[in-house]
Nanobody, 127 residues
Framework: QVQLVESGGGLVQAGGSLRVSCAASGRSFRMSAMGWFRQAPGKEREIVAASTSSGVGTYYADSVKGRFTISRDNAKNTVYLQMNSLKPEDTAVYYC????????????????????WGRGTQVTVSS
C-alpha cells in the first residue's frame, strides 16, 4: 500500500513559478514510476509529466515541455514538479500517482497504468 500526499500548490501570477511536491509512504517508492496529472474545471484529467523509477527516463506533455520539470528524491520518497513560466491555462488540481507494476525503464502515461493516487493540490495561475 502506498499513500501519496501532494503539497505546494497555490496562487501565482502568469509567468511565475511554483514547485509542487508529492510525499509517498512505503518502501516501494523507489521501485515505482511516478506521474503528475492535472484536471481543470470541466475538463478530463490529463498527464502532465512522468518519471521512471530511477528518474532517468521522463515524459512531458507537449503543453508543458520546456516549462515543467519532474524530479524525484528516492531517499526522501518524494517526487517534485517544478513549474516555470506558468500560464492561466495551467490552472488545475494537480495529482501525483504511483505505478508499481511497470519495469524500471518504462514511463507510464495513461491513468489506468497507475495504482495509487494522491488527493491533489490546487494550482491557480492569474492573468
Amino acid at each position: 500500500q502506498v499513500q501519496l500526499v501532494e503539497s505546494g500548490g497555490g496562487l501565482v501570477q502568469a509567468g511565475g513559478s511554483l514547485r509542487v511536491s508529492c510525499a509517498a509512504s512505503g518502501r516501494s517508492f523507489r521501485m515505482s514510476a511516478m506521474g503528475w496529472f492535472r484536471q481543470a474545471p470541466g475538463k478530463e484529467r490529463e498527464i502532465v509529466a512522468a518519471s521512471t523509477s530511477s528518474g532517468v527516463g521522463t515524459y512531458y506533455a507537449d503543453s508543458v515541455k520546456g516549462r515543467f520539470t519532474i524530479s524525484r528524491d528516492n531517499a526522501k520518497n518524494t517526487v517534485y514538479l517544478q513549474m516555470n513560466s506558468l500560464k492561466p491555462e495551467d490552472t488545475a488540481v494537480y495529482y501525483c500517482a504511483a505505478d508499481q507494476q511497470s519495469t524500471y525503464s518504462y514511463t507510464p502515461t495513461r491513468q489506468y497504468e497507475y495504482d495509487y493516487w494522491g488527493r491533489g493540490t490546487q494550482v491557480t495561475v492569474s492573468s
